[in-house]
């Protein structure tokens, strides 16, 4: 089977010949696994044997000019397109340190909002022309990637305390962010389509979650960003394209929510933040698409996350409706050969 005929049988809730498998690997795992044997001249995921699959995206940001503040041989600071202030350090696998937020009232956010208008240009026309049609030839999966949201609010253009603030305070405000960024995706993806382009279901990163519980209420979730959720997912359901929802954190207690809405599938499924997969599985088997839920802590210890693919894998797989990963991604602690492992186990577990 081709992987986008292994994962349509997945969000058909169907069977195929074995479960789908993709992940991320880190920038530094990709090193190490070089260092350890793995060619540079193919695709990993070609090497492996394991699926295929490919994105789609637009620009939404404001675009706010990049320009770098201040550069040394171990970090750079630097304005991005959404406002935000970053130090990135230059070590593989770290991660940015946020400084400081451009758009951080209502009265930055108006003029933020106006600059955040549709053109042409917000597509990178020549990257789909390049491979789109090679990506079709291959049979690969192709997503839709939105970029709106709770997350993405907070963690590019106003900062975390801000949101939460405005969230209790000005919610208004909070609401229109989250319409306009949407508004431009849908923009965006109306046009992508009307050219000719086809993407087998839409994906976006909202993590609403943290260890053990949420950054904010359901009765929050639903007066303010659940309606949003659901209009990405009646723009996609209209046009016969599915819904994946990436949410990091423990999220138990919103699937009820996020299924009523029409979510397809849910990513990642973190077991170290609390979330429950078997038990999600039995309660949501027949509605929701599982993706992920194998622990990300595990994979460096080749037995213990043996155990665990024997342990989640048989059950998850049911029916269709699992596709395999880590709980989040792969660190550059995992070695070549156990990642060799891990798919070699899937493989026979996740046969049907």
Excluded at 131 to 140: A, L, T
Aim: glycine residues 6%; contains cysteine.
């Amino acid at each position: 089977m081709t992987s986008k005929e292994r994962f349509l049988r997945m969000y058909q809730h169907k069977e195929a010949d074995r479960v789908p498998i993709i992940d991320s690997p880190w920038a530094g795992t990709f090193r190490r696994w070089h260092n350890e044997g793995l060619p540079t001249d193919i695709e990993w995921t070609k090497f492996f044997d394991i699926d295929l699959t490919a994105g789609i995206g637009c620009c939404n940001s404001p675009r706010y000019p990049y320009t770098v503040l201040e550069e040394t041989d171990r970090y750079r600071i630097y304005t991005t397109e959404w406002g935000a202030t970053l130090k990135s350090w230059k070590l593989e696998d770290s991660t940015p340190e946020f400084i400081d937020f451009k758009v951080n009232t209502p009265e930055a956010w108006e003029e933020a909002k106006a600059r955040m208008q549709y053109s042409d240009d917000r597509v990178n026309w020549q990257y789909l022309k390049q491979n789109y049609d090679r990506w079709v030839s291959e049979g690969r999966w192709i997503t839709g990637n939105f970029w709106f949201g709770f997350d993405v609010t907070h963690s590019w253009m106003v900062g975390t305390e801000t949101l939460l603030v405005a969230m209790y305070e000005e919610p208004d405000w909070v609401m229109d962010m989250f319409d306009t960024y949407l508004n431009l995706d849908l923009q965006c993806f109306d046009k992508i389509l009307a050219e000719g382009y086809k993407i087998d279901c839409i994906s976006w990163p909202d993590d609403m979650g943290y260890k053990g519980t949420m950054f904010f209420s359901n009765e929050m979730y639903r007066e303010m960003l659940k309606p949003f959720h659901k209009k990405a997912c009646d723009w996609a359901h209209e046009r016969g394209i599915y819904v994946h929802l990436h949410s990091c954190g423990d999220i138990m207690d919103r699937v009820d929510d996020l299924v009523g809405i029409g979510i397809d599938a849910l990513n990642p499924l973190e077991v170290k933040a609390g979330m429950r997969p078997l038990e999600l599985k039995e309660k949501y088997g027949d509605k929701l698409v599982f993706h992920g839920g194998i622990n990300a802590v595990l994979w460096d210890d080749k037995e213990a996350i043996i155990e665990e693919i024997r342990k989640y894998v048989p059950k998850m797989k049911e029916n269709g409706g699992y596709i395999f990963s880590s709980d989040h991604s792969i660190p550059n602690t995992v070695t070549f050969e156990n990642f060799k492992a891990i798919v070699d186990e899937v493989k026979r577990c996740g046969s049907y």
